[in-house]
């Protein structure tokens, strides 16, 4: 009883024929391939994508940053 005899698996395939019908599966494997094709196309666009090199930006700590009074910040008494 564990395992599924060939009859049990005719009848899960006529049973799915029946619901989605020859027309739909066929469309769906099509698009199952499409999105395989362009899946691979993707991958392969980015092995040949040439590395753009951006240049190195740096932060200088020797200076200080401004230090103005801000009249918006803190809390006032009322």
């Known amino acids: 009883m564990g395992s599924l005899s060939i ?3 005719i009848v899960v395939i006529a049973v ?5 019908g020859r027309g739909k599966i ?4 099509g698009d199952v391939a499409q999105g ?3 899946f691979k196309k993707g991958m392969q666009d980015d092995d ?7 240049p190195v930006k ?3 700590h020797g200076t200080a940053p401004s230090t ?11």
């Open 48 to 54: 040949t994508a040439p590395e753009k090199t951006e």
């Open 36 to 38: 395989i094709k362009a």
């Open 7 to 9: 009859w049990h698996w």
């Open 16 to 20: 799915v024929l029946l619901l989605f």
């Open 58 to 60: 740096s932060i200088d």
């Open 68 to 78: 103005a009074a801000r009249s918006d910040v803190g809390s006032k008494a009322v």
């Open 26 to 29: 066929s469309d769906l494997m």
